[in-house]
């Protein structure tokens, strides 16, 4: 069994996961202060890929990021980038796939801390940025934590987004459902098992663990 679809899988979700953290906690602590209508928006659009088909999704990026036309081909021309069948692409179908992920447990976690925690950093002198940082951070470690296993682990399944925008390229976009699903085609039970088996293995490990942890080890000084 070739084992880089595995190791392609691991990589992709460990960056996407990265991505979406330092993408995810600005965006989170911005949408959990206030409500507006453009924060509904902005929302709802986050929110679109838990109800819309993967393949969608996949379809729409796959033609945004066309080198043919649009962004696509600004994008090749001028930086000679190119998003479509390349794990770039990848990268970028699984951050906006999977954001939905780790921007729901934080900016809902953020929302229920009570605003003394944040008055009273205030008044000690503290800045916006070092309260979220060194106050209401510690105060929502299970969520994090939760957030991040949620986006790691989704996205080591992700099938439609990365096989629209990044097609079957072995070693480049080959990931591991890609792989399994190859391997049902051509009847190779045997290999398309050990490749769900690996991802089973990995997923239920890290969910096992949000589950210890979050009961036994992080939990929040406010429960």
């Known amino acids: 069994m070739d084992l880089n679809p595995i190791w392609l899988t691991l990589k992709l979700a460990g960056i996407t996961t990265i991505l979406l953290l330092v993408i995810g906690l600005p965006v989170a602590r911005w ?5 507006s209508i453009f924060k509904v928006i902005v929302e709802a659009i986050i929110t679109m890929p838990l109800v819309l088909p993967p393949s969608v999704l996949g379809f729409y990026l796959l033609l945004a990021f066309s080198p043919q036309h649009g962004m696509g081909k600004w994008l090749q021309q001028t930086f000679n980038v190119q998003f479509v069948f390349s794990f770039q692409g990848l990268v970028l179908a699984s951050v906006i796939y999977s954001m939905p992920f780790m921007l729901g447990p934080i900016k809902s976690a953020l929302q229920q801390l009570p605003v003394t925690l944040s008055q009273a950093s205030f008044s000690l002198g503290k800045t916006r940025w070092q309260t979220f940082i060194h106050v209401l951070l510690p105060n929502i470690k299970p969520s994090l934590l939760t957030a991040i296993v949620l986006t790691f682990a989704h996205t080591l399944g992700e099938f439609g987004v990365v096989l629209m925008i ?8 080959r990931v591991a459902s ?3 699903y190859d391997s049902v085609e051509q009847m190779d039970y045997s290999t398309a098992n050990a ?3 690996i991802l089973f293995g990995i997923t239920f490990i890290l969910v096992i663990s949000v589950f210890i942890f979050n009961k036994y ?3 929040s000084p406010l429960e």
């Open 31 to 35: 949408l959990s202060k206030g409500r």
């Open 166 to 173: 990044g097609g079957n390229i072995p070693n480049v976009t």
């Open 178 to 180: 890609i792989a399994v």
């Open 195 to 197: 490749y769900s088996l």
């Open 217 to 219: 080890r992080l939990k």
